[in-house]
């Protein structure tokens, strides 16, 4: 028996943005703030949880960006930036690199990577990333990082998103 042929594109969704914006919110996420020093020397910063591991073997992690994000020049030309994982108490700073119009960095501690990136105090993990590749997709930039350097707390409690909202871990 002969498989059917492959489609060429898929069909048109049968679920509002709305929708599925829910739908994805159901899935609990780590939070992060990803990291850089633009060309300028202006520091660029944002809340992201679309991250993720890609490879051991080279070491590669991806995270997304919205097309119209006012740091996409930033990111997209820059060689380096930092993936911060969150701990658990800190929420608010989750919440200042999520806000629009504010200095992100308005009395956030932070010590700079091997390439300038900033590397956030009390992160759970730090991984320093080579700028590898770049894929758009739809509305948003697919970043692809190679990581150079990384670092972790162990034991240390991450901050988690479900749903709309934060969380911390509780052990089962």
């Given at each position: 028996?002969?498989?059917?042929a492959?489609?060429?594109?898929?069909?048109?969704?049968?679920?509002?943005?709305?929708?599925?914006?829910?739908?994805?919110?159901?899935?609990?996420?780590?939070?992060?703030?990803?990291?850089?020093?633009?060309?300028?020397?202006?520091?660029?910063g944002?809340?992201?949880?679309?991250?993720?591991s890609?490879?051991?073997?080279?070491?590669?992690v991806?995270w997304?960006?919205?097309?119209?994000?006012?740091?996409?020049?930033?990111?997209?030309?820059?060689?380096?930036?930092?993936i911060?994982?969150?701990a658990?108490?800190?929420?608010?700073?989750?919440?200042?690199?999520?806000?629009k119009?504010?200095?992100?960095?308005?009395?956030?501690?932070?010590?700079?990577?091997?390439?300038?990136?900033?590397?956030?105090?009390?992160?759970?993990?730090?991984?320093?990333?080579?700028?590898r590749?770049?894929?758009?997709?739809?509305?948003?930039?697919?970043?692809?990082?190679?990581?150079e350097?990384?670092?972790?707390?162990?034991?240390?409690?991450?901050?988690?998103?479900?749903?709309g909202?934060?969380?911390?871990?509780?052990?089962?």
């Open positions: 028996m002969t498989p059917p492959r489609a060429r594109s898929a069909i048109p969704p049968d679920f509002s943005s709305q929708e599925f914006r829910q739908a994805l919110g159901m899935f609990a996420t780590g939070v992060t703030v990803v990291t850089a020093q633009a060309h300028d020397g202006t520091l660029v944002l809340t992201a949880n679309s991250f993720n890609v490879s051991l073997a080279p070491p590669l991806l997304s960006l919205a097309q119209k994000a006012g740091s996409m020049e930033a990111f997209s030309r820059g060689a380096h930036y930092a911060n994982i969150l658990a108490d800190q929420q608010a700073l989750a919440m200042q690199f999520a806000s119009d504010i200095d992100r960095y308005a009395g956030v501690n932070f010590s700079r990577g091997a390439h300038g990136a900033p590397l956030l105090a009390g992160a759970v993990a730090h991984f320093e990333c080579f700028n590749s770049q894929y758009e997709e739809g509305d948003h930039v697919i970043f692809v990082g190679e990581v350097r990384c670092s972790h707390r162990a034991g240390a409690a991450p901050l988690l998103y479900h749903g909202k934060f969380y911390t871990e509780h052990p089962l």
